[in-house]
């Protein structure tokens, strides 16, 4: 309920919406007691993680880019930082740990520069969003949209290629562990066996997340397409050009990823067993 005063000072009172606040509360507690509960020490873990990352994108990244910061140059900082909460806490301040964080650096930059070349290719503004449109009037400060498109494609590929890194050093060092006579190049086919298996279904989760968000833009060039509205014509429109280069270079940064991290991987472990022999 909101109150107002009116010039002749009577106060008014507007039912605004629905109290949602309880309910979501009460959700978080659920999914808290849950992820403890089935994951442990682990899954506690993941809970202060996820947290920390709360804290890092309302305290930082998005603080930053309201003052007039460059948004993908902050959203890549905080994107560090949030990896090496993530990564450090999960394994502890390890080789294992500095490998999986130089592998998703390296990763993040070569998605953010394919960003930068297919958002200017394509010449995206980033204002095809309302919500983007709103910002406008709203901020103090000038902000670069453009920039903040990026920076959304960055933040959105950071968990995907958090799980798949981790997934692949995890799968070098048991392979490892199992077979510590491998030298590096039987260590990297076999682990790229594991990879191709994983990614092939980490890339659909990524699309299906971003056709998942953008579902009712869909529905509504769907509706009205019309008969005289082709394909072609439908994927140059701005929001859905958008979603396109969001989905694709996620993905190119996710597939590419998985081989780089296989390799510096492979190289640590087998020069790992080769000098316990010698």
């Known amino acids: 309920v909101s109150y107002a005063v009116g010039e002749d000072g009577a106060g008014t009172f507007y039912v605004t919406d629905f109290v949602r606040r309880g ?58 930082i949030i990896l090496a909460v993530i990564i450090y806490l999960t394994w502890g301040f390890k080789l294992k740990a500095h ?26 503004s980033g204002l095809s969003d309302e919500n983007a449109m709103f910002l406008v009037g709203l901020s103090k400060t000038a902000i670069n949209f453009k920039g903040l498109l ?8 950071v968990g995907v290629l958090d799980d798949v890194v981790i997934s692949q050093i995890s799968s070098v060092e048991q392979l490892s562990d199992a077979n510590k006579s491998w030298k590096f190049k039987e260590l990297y086919k076999s682990a790229m066996k594991v990879g191709v298996d994983h990614i092939s279904s980490m890339t659909n989760t990524l699309f299906l997340a ?3 968000a953008s579902l009712p833009l869909l529905l509504l060039f769907n509706l009205n397409s019309g008969p005289f509205i082709n394909f072609s014509q439908i994927i140059n429109n701005e929001a859905i050009a958008t ?6 270079t996620g993905s190119v940064g996710l597939m590419l990823a998985m081989p780089l991290s296989t390799l510096i991987a492979a190289k640590y472990y087998a020069r790992k067993y080769k000098n316990i022999k010698t």
């Open 99 to 124: 490998i999986g964080l130089l592998s998703i650096l390296l990763s993040l930059i070569i998605t953010g520069l394919i960003s930068i070349l297919f958002t200017k290719l394509t010449e995206l």
């Open 243 to 248: 979603e396109i280069v969001r989905t694709l």
């Open 210 to 212: 971003y056709a998942g």
């Open 150 to 157: 990026l920076a959304g494609i960055v933040l959105g590929t």
């Open 23 to 80: 309910y979501l509360y009460l959700l978080a507690i659920v999914f808290s007691v849950v992820i403890v509960l089935i994951g442990k020490k682990q899954g506690f873990k993941s809970l202060i993680s996820l947290i920390l990352t709360f804290v890092v994108i309302m305290k930082y990244i998005v603080p930053k880019i309201v003052a007039g910061g460059n948004p993908l140059f902050v959203s890549i900082i905080g994107s560090v």
